[in-house]
């Protein structure tokens, strides 16, 4: 029986960072297992690997550079994230050089995809993140809860967020208070003063820090919709939680969301924009008609973020890779069928 295929994962996520990055690592080394041996690191520094998959272009570039020098004709992999995209792209010259050094991109949605060069396309594809279903029914009588998931940095405008939730009015026509619930560290000092500040001023919002995964998981599937305020995405897994647990979205009208949620999504606000976002709010606690309108569309598009098309793309996305690759360490894959 031929062996599996080493491969590693680099990603300058952590798991007590317990960001994105880090969820995708972990996430793909589980999805790969049943087809390769998987590690997970934060370099690469000349471990033995057939095979190099990089979460980030700009953070994993030295490991990039490293492994391509070391071993040209070996496949790798790079997934781009929303900062790679949007920023760094266009600003440095050395992300530019770690694209070329790839021979296969990732990008998490298909709007993406928009923001690669034709020859970049030729090597890229779509790849988007799955979570597995949690549906609760307990939600909050007395208030109507929002949930904003994500560390509290620009790239994620919690600034907006905070706005648009002293806009709201102390009760909404229901009867119930409205709520944000915000999950997630302040990466920087001036938006955990923000965060302060706004709790202080504002009882309907909330700040709840970090969370542990499964505990913010529980809180998003009951919440009444997602806030996703972000001024850029490679593709929030957020997003896609809430679309699994049958919650509907509110986002800011980015590629990152309009990739995951589809360019006729009705839950959509501009970028930045406190008094947009208040009145969508409060147009989804107040209209049933409008709120049951972006369910059934959320609902729709939940099944393409089961894990089995994720693990199904991913391993095809491996065998491919392998089989282009150095003919001298070219292991034969064994792809199982997605669970």
Same mark, same amino acid.
């Given at each position: 029986?031929? !062996?599996?295929?080493?491969?590693? /994962?680099?990603?300058?996520?952590?798991? =007590?960072?317990?960001?994105?990055?880090?969820? *995708?690592?972990?996430?793909?080394?589980?999805?790969?297992?049943?087809?390769?041996?998987?590690?997970?690191?934060?370099?690469?520094?000349?471990?033995?690997?057939?095979? $190099?998959?990089?979460?980030?272009?700009?953070? @994993?570039?030295?490991?990039?550079?490293?492994?391509h020098a070391s071993w040209p004709?070996?496949?790798? /992999?790079?997934?781009?994230?929303? *900062?790679?995209?949007? !920023?760094?792209?266009?600003?440095?010259?050395?992300?530019?050089?770690?694209?070329?050094?790839?021979t296969h991109l990732v990008v998490?949605?298909?709007?993406?995809?928009?923001?690669? *060069?034709?020859?970049?396309?030729?090597?890229? *594809?779509? /790849?988007?993140? @799955?979570?597995?279903?949690?549906?609760?029914?307990?939600?909050?009588?007395?208030?109507?809860?929002?949930?904003?998931?994500?560390?509290?940095?620009?790239?994620?405008?919690?600034?907006?967020?905070?706005?648009?939730?002293?806009?709201?009015?102390?009760?909404?026509?229901?009867?119930?208070?409205?709520?944000? $619930?915000?999950?997630?560290?302040?990466?920087?000092?001036?938006?955990?003063?923000? %965060?302060?500040?706004?709790?202080?001023?504002?009882?309907?919002?909330?700040?709840?820090?970090?969370?542990?995964?499964? %505990?913010?998981?529980?809180?998003?599937?009951?919440?009444?919709?997602?806030?996703?305020? @972000?001024?850029? =995405?490679?593709?929030?897994? %957020?997003? /896609?939680? %809430? $679309?699994?647990?049958?919650?509907?979205?509110?986002? @800011?009208?980015?590629?990152?969301?309009?990739?995951?949620?589809?360019?006729?999504?009705?839950?959509?606000?501009?970028?930045?924009?406190?008094?947009?976002?208040?009145?969508?709010?409060?147009?989804?606690?107040?209209?049933?008609?409008?709120?049951?309108?972006?369910?059934?569309?959320? !609902?729709?598009?939940?099944?393409?973020?089961?894990?089995?098309?994720?693990?199904? !793309?991913?391993?095809?996305?491996?065998?491919?890779?392998?089989?282009?690759?150095?003919?001298?360490?070219?292991?034969?894959?064994?792809?199982?069928?997605?669970?």
């Amino acid at each position: 029986m031929p !062996r599996k295929p080493q491969v590693c /994962i680099v990603t300058p996520g952590t798991p =007590e960072a317990n960001n994105g990055n880090w969820h *995708t690592a972990a996430r793909w080394q589980r999805l790969l297992a049943p087809c390769a041996q998987v590690t997970v690191a934060q370099a690469w520094d000349h471990e033995p690997a057939d095979l $190099l998959i990089a979460l980030h272009a700009r953070r @994993s570039a030295e490991s990039i550079r490293r492994f391509h020098a070391s071993w040209p004709t070996r496949p790798l /992999i790079l997934v781009l994230t929303g *900062t790679d995209l949007y !920023r760094d792209v266009k600003q440095d010259a050395g992300v530019r050089r770690v694209l070329d050094a790839a021979t296969h991109l990732v990008v998490l949605q298909a709007e993406a995809l928009g923001r690669l *060069t034709p020859g970049e396309r030729r090597r890229a *594809t779509v /790849i988007e993140q @799955s979570a597995t279903r949690l549906i609760r029914r307990d939600q909050a009588r007395r208030t109507f809860d929002f949930v904003c998931v994500g560390h509290l940095r620009a790239a994620k405008d919690p600034l907006t967020l905070m706005r648009a939730t002293c806009l709201l009015p102390e009760r909404l026509a229901s009867g119930a208070v409205p709520r944000v $619930l915000h999950i997630g560290r302040a990466l920087a000092p001036e938006f955990a003063a923000a %965060a302060e500040r706004t709790r202080a001023e504002c009882g309907r919002y909330r700040w709840l820090g970090p969370l542990p995964a499964a %505990a913010a998981r529980r809180t998003l599937a009951r919440a009444r919709a997602l806030i996703q305020p @972000s001024v850029m =995405e490679g593709g929030a897994l %957020a997003v /896609i939680e %809430a $679309l699994r647990s049958d919650v509907p979205v509110l986002a @800011s009208c980015i590629d990152g969301n309009v990739g995951l949620l589809g360019r006729d999504y009705g839950g959509y606000f501009p970028v930045g924009d406190a008094v947009a976002l208040a009145h969508v709010m409060q147009r989804f606690a107040d209209e049933p008609t409008f709120a049951a309108h972006l369910t059934a569309q959320c !609902r729709a598009r939940a099944p393409r973020f089961a894990p089995a098309v994720e693990a199904a !793309r991913l391993r095809a996305l491996l065998s491919a890779a392998l089989s282009t690759g150095d003919a001298v360490m070219r292991p034969a894959v064994h792809t199982p069928p997605a669970a």
